[in-house]
Structure formats: structure tokens, C-alpha cells
């Protein structure tokens, strides 16, 4: 099985400021032959069910706002808050789509300092 | 507007079984595959089972195979998941999940239901 592990596992961030979670696969989720990346990014607020951000590494999916990015390829992601707000307050989790089975990072909580 | 609604979790006994459904609207159920992830009481995600758009390939998590199985009802718009043998450490909310791709086991999960949240204790 693919190992996901994000750092953080938590991080305060002031409003308005930047925050940056990475995370890192035990192997490579990235096919060469297509340059596609298989690594997805989800956002789950207390009480709710996932909601997926980013695909692809760097893909936002439709009514995501744009001070969210992915990038990164190979091994090693990073998604990135350009400018922290209130409603931004979640635990956020990697996800490799790769192969089987599709496994998640831990999760990094994001709250506001 | 895509929506899956999740029913069947409840309080079990250690051994016992439970069925999950998932009732699904919004988008052509038959081309998708479907998932099950679970996520234990403050816990992450963990993917528990997927099954193809026609119900021909299942793939199970090492954890519920054997006592877990999945299974669809494309003229319903319907997932299961049968879970027997229930074990303390099967206690989650299970969610629901559609495949971003076509087919099965393959893609991301881009809709997920709210969750339904099975206890196992005696």
C-alpha cells in the first residue's frame, strides 16, 4: 500500500496569512507516460463530510476559491491557503488515487492563531 | 445537483451485522463507480470498499475483507454495504462515496454522503 504522511499534522495561522501543508508519498503517484499526477486534496469542517479541493495535485474542482493551489508531482504535494479565512478552519487530507487501495494522509488541522 | 444519502447504521453488538444503504440522485449511477469510506470517532479516512458501475468487480480494504460486501442496485440508484462480524474498531461514520471516473475503482471520491455512524458495543 501507498503511505500518505502530511506535516503538519495541526498549524495556526493568522488571518489573512498563508498556510501550507505538504505531503508525501512512500512512492511515486505520478504517471510519466500522461504527466498526470493522482493526488487529490479534501477539506472536512466539523460535522461535515469531506469536499474535495484540488485534483490532479494542482486542479481546483468547480466553486473552490482560488486562494487555494496544489502543486507538487512524483512524491512529494503541497497545498497552500494564499490568504487564511475564518471559514477555512478544517482538517485537511491527502489522497492517492494511484492504485489500490486509495489511501489518505492522516489529515493537518488548520486552525486560526 | 448530485446528493447520496446514507441509512441503516445504528448500535450493534460485537459479531453482529448491520446493512448500510446509499440512496443515490443527480447524476447516471450506472457509469459510476461507487466507495465506502470510513472514519473513525476523531479519526482519519480510511477507504473501506469499492464496487464497479455494474456491480461486476468488488475491491475491499484488507481490514473488512471477508466479512464486509458491497453491492448495487442500478435500477434503484441504490449502494449497500453488508457488514457482519462487526468489530469494536469498525465503529465509524461511513460515508458514501462517488468515483470521479467512469467504470470503477479508479479516480478520486468528488461527492460524498453526510454519513451514517455505526457503533459496535455490547
Known amino acids: 500500500d501507498i503511505v500518505m504522511t502530511q506535516s503538519p499534522d495541526s498549524l495556526a495561522v493568522s488571518l489573512g496569512e498563508r498556510a501550507t501543508i505538504n505531503c508525501k508519498s512512500s512512492q511515486s503517484v505520478s504517471f510519466s507516460s500522461n504527466n498526470k499526477n493522482y493526488l487529490a486534496w479534501y477539506q472536512q469542517k466539523p460535522g461535515q463530510p469531506p469536499k474535495v479541493l484540488i485534483s490532479g495535485a494542482s486542479t481546483r474542482e468547480s466553486g473552490v476559491p482560488d486562494r487555494f493551489s496544489g502543486s507538487g508531482s512524483g512524491t512529494d504535494f503541497t497545498l497552500t491557503i494564499s490568504s487564511l479565512q475564518a471559514e477555512d478552519v478544517a482538517v485537511y487530507y491527502c489522497q492517492q488515487y494511484y492504485n489500490t487501495p486509495r489511501t489518505f494522509g492522516q489529515g493537518t488541522k488548520v486552525e486560526i492563531k | 445537483e448530485v446528493q447520496l444519502l446514507e441509512s441503516g447504521g445504528g448500535l450493534v453488538q460485537p459479531g453482529g451485522s448491520l446493512r448500510l444503504s446509499c440512496t443515490a440522485s443527480?447524476?447516471?449511477?450506472?457509469?459510476?463507480?461507487m466507495s465506502w469510506v470510513r472514519q473513525a470517532p476523531g479519526k482519519g479516512l480510511g477507504w473501506v470498499s469499492t464496487?464497479?458501475?455494474?456491480?461486476?468487480?468488488?475491491y475491499y480494504g484488507d481490514s473488512v475483507r471477508g466479512r464486509f460486501t458491497i453491492s448495487r442496485d442500478n435500477s434503484k440508484n441504490t449502494l449497500h454495504l453488508q457488514i457482519n462480524t462487526l468489530r469494536a474498531e469498525d465503529t465509524a461514520v461511513y460515508y458514501c462515496?462517488?468515483?470521479?471516473?467512469?467504470?470503477?475503482?479508479?479516480?478520486?471520491?468528488?461527492?460524498w454522503g453526510q454519513g451514517t455512524l455505526v457503533t459496535v458495543s455490547s
Open positions: 464496487i464497479s458501475s455494474t456491480g461486476g468487480n468488488e
Open positions: 462515496a462517488k468515483d470521479s471516473n467512469y467504470g470503477g475503482n479508479s479516480g478520486y471520491f468528488d461527492y
Open positions: 443527480g447524476f447516471t449511477f450506472s457509469r459510476y463507480g
